[in-house]
């Protein structure tokens, strides 16, 4: 059974920075795998922040345009953990972050507040 575990998360005022992992277990191929961050802001529907895919011995990154330029997302397939670094944050950041593996497999979240 594939699990996700989120963690990183917390209370930053503007313009601060946050880096969040997340640990995948009991997946024999993450390296193979599309592994990405979602939020869900207060009010809002699931989104789709960052995702990469490794081919090869390249990484492939996409962004949403409201992240693009503040958040890196990066993995180590050793430790098969993703990550996400958030910089420059703002209120509009504050949300639960998820991350997922292939959009199958969901962890239960994580919360971010970004104080104005």
């Known amino acids: 059974q594939v699990q996700l575990v989120e963690s990183g998360g917390g209370l930053v005022q503007a313009g601060g920075s946050l880096r969040l992992s997340c640990v995948v277990t009991?997946?024999?191929?993450?390296?193979?795998?599309?592994v990405g961050w979602y939020r869900q802001r207060p009010g809002k529907a699931r989104e789709f922040v960052a995702d990469?895919?490794?081919?090869?011995?390249?990484?492939?990154?996409a962004y949403s345009d409201s992240v693009k330029g503040r958040f890196t997302i990066s993995r180590d397939n050793a430790k098969n953990t993703l990550f996400l670094q958030m910089s420059n944050l703002n209120p509009e950041g504050t949300g639960v972050y998820y991350c997922?593996?292939?959009?199958?497999?969901w962890g239960k979240g994580i919360k971010v507040t970004v104080s104005s």
């Open positions: 997922s593996r292939a959009t199958i497999d």
């Open positions: 990469i895919m490794t081919r090869g011995s390249r990484d492939i990154r």
């Open positions: 009991g997946s024999s191929d993450f390296s193979l795998q599309t």
